[in-house]
């Protein structure tokens, strides 16, 4: 499977800022997803990271919101902007297709975020 | 809407002792993820049950996928402190590569 390194680890920011979570793979990976995840609870799915056009985002989550590159095969961010205590989560980037199987992902991870 | 119910939600056992994880649905999936994910890291696979009925072993943990592709468990025999994480069932919604979780069940062992 692919190695997945995600950049912060963690990072506590002020309210109104903007962090930009970054996603690198080993490999070339087909699809790319951004997930958030309450500490001890179940992954909620922000977008479908795609090569070369814009994201496909999940309902409730926006692009003004959560912006996300893709510029090649290989690497992915996720910002979250004008952040609020109500963004503090973790974050995870995972992969999918890698072993030709679309329906198996690996993750990276995780970014632990909290807003003050 | 597909959806996934996962249970029990939390669980916490002695060491030594069986127990099963539930994920069901009214939906059809074409394939079952189960992942096991420890604090601070992000879920790593397990397994991937694909065929109605199919039972897959990965040393004390059972998987099973329901004949109707509808629902999954997870079944650990003489669990250890090691097991202790949540674990995670995550249906593939077809030809999209997008998977729906289940709540997820957090497990503890105690020694």
């Known amino acids: 499977s692919a190695v997945i390194s995600q950049k912060p680890s963690r990072d506590i920011c002020q309210r109104g800022t903007s962090l930009t979570i970054q996603c690198q793979v080993d490999s070339q990976v087909t699809m790319m997803f951004w997930y958030r995840q309450q500490p001890g609870q179940s992954l909620t799915l922000i977008a479908t990271?795609?090569?070369?056009?814009?994201?496909?985002?999940e309902s409730g989550f926006v692009i003004d919101k959560f912006p996300i590159s893709r510029p090649n095969l290989t690497f992915s961010t996720l910002t979250v902007s004008n952040m609020s205590p109500e963004d503090s989560s973790i974050y995870l980037c995972?992969?999918?297709?890698?072993?030709?199987?679309?329906?198996?992902?690996?993750f990276g991870p995780g970014t632990r975020l909290t807003v003050t | 809407t597909q959806l996934l119910e996962q249970s029990p939600q939390f669980l916490s056992i002695q060491e030594g002792e069986n127990l099963t994880v539930y994920c069901n649905s009214s939906s059809v999936f074409s394939s079952l993820q189960w992942y096991r994910q420890e604090p601070g890291e992000g879920p790593v696979l397990l397994v991937t049950v694909v065929t109605g009925g199919e039972v897959k072993k990965l040393k004390r943990l059972t998987f099973q996928f329901g004949d109707a592709r509808k629902d999954s468990s997870l079944h650990i025999t003489a669990a250890q402190p090691g097991d202790t994480g949540l674990y995670l069932c995550a249906g593939a919604i077809s030809y999209t590569g997008k998977l729906i979780f289940g709540q997820g069940t957090t497990l503890q062992v105690k020694p």
């Open positions: 990271a795609n090569q070369g056009s814009e994201a496909t985002y």
């Open positions: 995972s992969v999918g297709g890698t072993s030709g199987r679309y329906y198996e992902q690996y």
